[in-house]
């Protein structure tokens, strides 16, 4: 009767609170994971979708897709220092950067239409600054180099190169976007400047003029003889 619903009703929210904390739990786990990982998946698939679905603002989705770019660069640096970035999993992590600088570019649009051109430019520059730095990591080794004992050495070297080149690549987007941004923003900041000084120039001929005015009316009126 009732009392079965209410048990079976609680014992339903306890599992699904038991859920949320093991999910958390594991998202926390993740957090440091590489492809090939176990709790890889959970990271990519659980926790940084859930982390977007939350975020509130158009700068805050920008800001987290411009983390998660920055991770999967991380994690292609470090599986490529390690020897183990191959083809599959390059083609993997350069699809998931991909998807979220355009989910930056998407979010940072939105903030541009509403006028936060200066956050928008920030959000980005971050971004490229962060590329420029990471794909320097890249620890690729030239096909023609003595130490290269196999051909897996050479494919997983291509496959290193291949993910750097479109991380460069999105790198001088990113750039170009932003030289737009400074464009409009000192255009802006020029304009703003003449008007005020238009301002202040038409201050001061409304003073002169008062002054003028105030001077006049207040002399004696000359007396006819």
Excluded: C, H, W
Aim: charged share 25%; glycine share 4%; proline share 2%.
């Amino acid at each position: 009767g009732f009392f079965a619903r209410t048990r079976s009703l609680y014992a339903g929210a306890l599992a699904l609170l038991l859920m949320v904390a093991g999910g958390t739990q594991a998202s926390l786990a993740a957090e440091n994971t590489k492809p090939g990982d176990l709790l890889y998946p959970i990271k990519v698939a659980i926790s940084e979708p859930m982390a977007l679905t939350f975020a509130l603002s158009s700068e805050q989705k920008a800001g987290l897709a411009a983390r998660f770019a920055s991770r999967r660069v991380e994690e292609a640096a470090a599986l490529s220092s390690e020897g183990k970035l191959d083809q599959a999993t390059a083609g993997d992590l350069a699809s998931r950067f991909d998807a979220q600088v355009d989910l930056l570019a998407k979010e940072t649009t939105a903030l541009e239409a509403k006028g936060e051109i200066a956050v928008s430019l920030a959000v980005r520059t971050d971004l490229e600054q962060t590329l420029t730095e990471r794909v320097e990591s890249f620890s690729v080794r030239e096909a023609g180099e003595e130490d290269v004992l196999s051909a897996k050495a050479v494919v997983d070297d291509s496959a290193a190169n291949q993910f750097a080149d479109r991380v460069f690549e999105k790198s001088r987007t990113l750039a170009t976007t932003r030289e737009r941004l400074e464009s409009v923003l000192s255009t802006a900041a020029a304009k703003e400047n003449v008007d005020l000084a238009l301002l202040r120039k038409d201050d001061t001929g409304d003073a002169t003029a008062s002054m003028s005015s105030t001077r006049f009316s207040a002399q004696p009126a000359s007396v006819s003889t």
